[in-house]
């Protein structure tokens, strides 16, 4: 008789089970490694699609996907490709496939032919130039690394002197701004960085007008400075560049990121006017580690229309955000390049600069420049929303609303807010709150992005918690703390600054109310739409995917946590005469149908053991369900065969309809007979197998994972009904040998629930300091000795004593090498 770690029984654990429903254990596409615990969008602010790679991230860039990161255009290659296409009068592709082949594509000439064509032979030389010097050129921007002559300096020179005959030469601006942007590159590649400064100054700085062009050559010109060792030069010129050349804004940011000290105060002295001390104060703002607020203010001082006034606001927001919900625990583990003190004090101030945070935003809305933004008022009124005043959130976001956008992201925004604050502004659910908010949940039901995802979620789980009654739990508290909602009070308007402060810790509100039927019906429908499950819906595009975020839940562990009675109320709510139109978009919402609900409610009968109501609710589900999968797969075996007990053929199958009827005809004959053994025997059989260590799990659940959080009190992973049966059928047993046989079949179920105690105990211990930790396993090993002897070695005692003469014990002395541990005492 072999013996596994997991359960007794062998020939009941399949290996095919460890890899079953991937999606439990990967979910859906796409994850986002930026993803943290935010409900503010970066796209609310002006211009962030300009700045998106640089809103807040614990990553290095936002937004930066590694695997696809060939798919993706590049602005400077986009912007060439558009003016060299206009310049020759060909297609943009025509372009592509000459100056930036892919490797899977052939080598073109049609622009240079096409410029021979038009007579433009000079432009053809340039081309032929430009390309041998980008071959030598070894730096991957150029900028922001120092540089290492990869061929003869002797060529640079004969490069430099062609470059410059030709600029002096040509009539053509279009060509001449490319050759002074080469002669600035040539003579940096060269090593010679104080010559291509000199170079931008006398060949770039008198074109005009400028194109994107002079930006590559400024670019260049500020690497030169930082090879030459001018640092401040290069801050400021790389600072003025972020701000307003978007073909060169990487170049810049990584630059001012990783190759230059912090020089902000030296290079405002060297800028020519506000606007240029404003970009000074932006570039610097959205380096990492530090707070933006003070450089906010100069901005809104120096240039209030500076673009990326809005964008910093929003990512100090965001970035707040993420030192606000942290709990301490999870911050430490984050931030690897951060120092820890300084992670603790951005925790412990970021209720605080919350604050401060909220009063720029009110100053800045009511400035008569910014107040045509709806922005500000809107980041105004999630702020005050996080400090649990919800009747002033929601004056500041009508003044928002009243501003009147047609960006999308500022709209979702506030929608989003309006979402939140619906559900939480009343202590209950009311018809009204149902009609306001149905639209927004529509809205922002389906998401690829973590932040429309926390917020949908968070106001769908408040919804829940009404619906049953209970007091919701704060999604928006400090700390990542699961702190019941507090209904928030109105806040004296002399006294923002102490927002935060003041509203938490006020007396929670416990006014709940009892749970009706149908209340309980539409807890259940909207606690799915938090599921990333729901995502999966049919389109004629094909299956489209939702995002699985960590605000998402698990629709399987949804299913299996309701109780069939609620999903009966679920049932009548369906089929109810009189649906409202928020009954009827509701249901439409979560895409679910009869056809669903039997199914989850026969699973949930079952695992109640309510037999024959599983029976009558399978009734109503078509039999080609049975023979299709997951079920043609997973439920081919005998649940009724137990190692040799119960029924005799382990390959006779069963649909799961009719199991129900067999265990609700099992249970019918107990009742009728209560010293029917058989009956007993096969009902523990049938009750273990489909459990979390049986045969059939597929009959309660739609998922397996080996990885699963065991629960000690849910009868699917302990078994406990199983063991109840076989307890009986060993008290009824017609002689000892069939008695050992069911007291054997309890006491592997007794095993199941010292293994999930030893689980229990054994978790975590590992990742405590070695000292600890063996002093821990230590005491641990001695209280599971003792669970073991007294409290779950009921039935291996039995068989030690009672049935100790019986041919099946002797058995298992030579088959069962747990029993033989137990009887020599280990």
Not at 622 to 637: I, M, R
Not at 658 to 679: C, G, H, T, W
């Amino acid at each position: 008789m072999n013996n596994s770690t997991r359960s007794f029984f062998h020939l009941s654990y399949r290996t095919k089970s460890i890899i079953i429903l991937l999606l439990m254990a990967c979910g859906p596409q796409p994850f986002d490694y930026d993803e943290f615990k935010s409900f503010f969008a970066p796209e609310s602010a002006a211009n962030e699609a300009q700045f998106h790679s640089y809103n807040f991230t614990s990553q290095f860039l936002y937004d930066d996907d590694y695997w696809n990161e060939a798919d993706k255009i590049d602005i400077s290659e986009a912007e060439n490709t558009k003016a060299w296409a206009a310049y020759a009068g060909v297609s943009e592709k025509t372009v592509t496939d000459e100056l930036y082949i892919k490797a899977d594509s052939k080598n073109t000439t049609g622009l240079t032919e096409a410029l021979q064509q038009k007579g433009k032979t000079e432009a053809v030389e340039y081309l032929a130039l430009a390309r041998k010097i980008e071959s030598a050129d070894n730096s991957i921007s150029g900028e922001e690394a120092s540089t290492t002559p990869t061929v003869n300096t002797a060529e640079y020179d004969v490069w430099l002197t062609a470059i410059q005959s030709k600029y002096e030469q040509s009539k053509d601006n279009f060509l001449k701004e490319r050759l002074a942007y080469q002669a600035v590159k040539v003579a940096d590649m060269a090593g010679t960085p104080q010559k291509s400064i000199e170079l931008y100054k006398k060949l770039v700085e008198p074109i005009s007008p400028k194109t994107f062009i002079s930006d590559w050559a400024r670019s260049r010109m500020a690497g030169a400075y930082t090879h030459a060792g001018d640092s401040t030069q290069a801050y400021y010129h790389f600072s003025q560049l972020f701000v307003t050349a978007p073909t060169r804004r990487k170049a810049a940011h990584l630059s001012l990121r990783n190759n230059l000290p912090k020089l902000q105060d030296e290079a405002l002295k060297l800028c020519k006017s506000d606007a240029e001390k404003a970009n000074v104060y932006a570039a610097t703002a959205v380096l990492p580690f530090q707070d933006a607020l003070p450089m906010m203010e100069q901005m809104q001082v120096l240039d209030v229309t500076n673009p990326t006034l809005e964008f910093v606001m929003a990512r100090e927001i965001n970035k707040n955000e993420e030192f606000f919900f942290t709990n301490w625990q999870d911050l430490k583990y984050s931030y690897w390049s951060m120092d820890s003190t300084k992670k603790g004090n951005l925790k412990k101030e970021s209720a605080d600069y919350f604050s401060k945070l909220l009063d720029f935003s009110l100053e800045s809305a009511e400035n008569p420049t910014l107040k045509k933004s709806p922005f500000w008022y809107t980041a105004a009124a999630y702020l005050t929303f996080i400090a649990q005043d919800y009747t002033k959130a929601n004056e500041l976001l009508q003044k928002a609303k009243a501003i009147g956008t047609t960006d999308k992201g500022v709209q979702d925004q506030i929608a989003m807010q309006e979402m939140i604050l619906t559900v939480s502004e009343s202590p209950v659910v009311t018809p009204e709150m149902e009609k306001k908010v149905m639209p927004l949940l529509e809205r922002f039901s389906r998401s690829d992005k973590f932040r429309t995802a926390n917020n949908f979620n968070a106001a769908c789980k408040i919804l829940v918690a009404k619906y049953l009654g209970a007091t919701p739990i704060n999604e928006f508290a400090e700390g990542g703390e699961t702190r019941p909602l507090k209904k928030g009070k109105q806040v004296k308007e002399s006294k923002p600054l102490g927002w935060f402060a003041s509203c938490f810790g006020k007396k929670d509100d416990t006014r709940n109310v009892k749970a009706s039927p149908e209340g309980k019906a539409k807890a259940f429908l909207v606690s799915l739409l938090t599921s990333y499950q729901l995502g999966y819906s049919k389109q004629e595009e094909g299956w489209v995917a939702n995002a699985n975020f960590m605000s998402s839940s698990d629709q399987y562990s949804i299913e299996d946590s309701t109780s069939s009675a609620t999903i009966n109320y679920t049932l009548d709510y369906f089929a109810k005469n009189n649906q409202s139109d928020f009954d009827k978009r509701l249901i439409k919402l979560t895409g679910l149908d009869n056809n669903y609900l039997y199914l989850v409610l026969g699973r949930r009968a079952l695992a109640e053991h309510q037999y024959a109501k599983a029976a009558e609710a399978w009734k109503h589900i078509a039999p080609a369900t049975w023979e299709a999968e997951p079920f043609k797969t997973y439920l081919d075996v005998n649940p009724f065969h137990l190692n040799g007990q119960g029924e005799a053929d382990p390959k006779e199958t069963v649909t799961p309809i009719s199991f129900a009827i067999r265990m609700a005809e099992l249970q019918e004959n107990v009742n009728k007979n209560p010293n029917d053994y058989e009956s007993w025997l096969l009902l523990g059989c049938g009750s273990y197998n489909m459990g979390y260590f049986g045969n059939s799990w597929i009959l309660l659940r739609r998922a397996w994972s080996g990885g699963e959080q065991k629960n000690e009190t849910d009868d699917y992973y302990t078994s406990e009904k199983a063991l109840y049966y076989f307890d009986k059928a060993m008290n009824v047993a017609p002689n000892a040998e069939t008695a050992a046989k069911a007291c054997y079949l309890a006491s592997a179920c007794q095993k199941i629930r010292y293994e999930l105690a030893y689980g229990a105990m054994y978790d975590g211990l590992y990742s405590l300091p070695d000292g600890e930790r063996e002093k821990k396993e230590a005491e641990i090993a001695k209280t599971l000795e003792t669970l073991r002897k007294e409290k779950y070695a009921t039935y291996f005692n039995l068989l030690k004593t009672k049935y100790q003469q019986t041919n099946y014990e002797e058995q298992l002395i030579k088959e069962c090498s747990t029993y033989k541990d137990f009887l020599a005492g280990k």
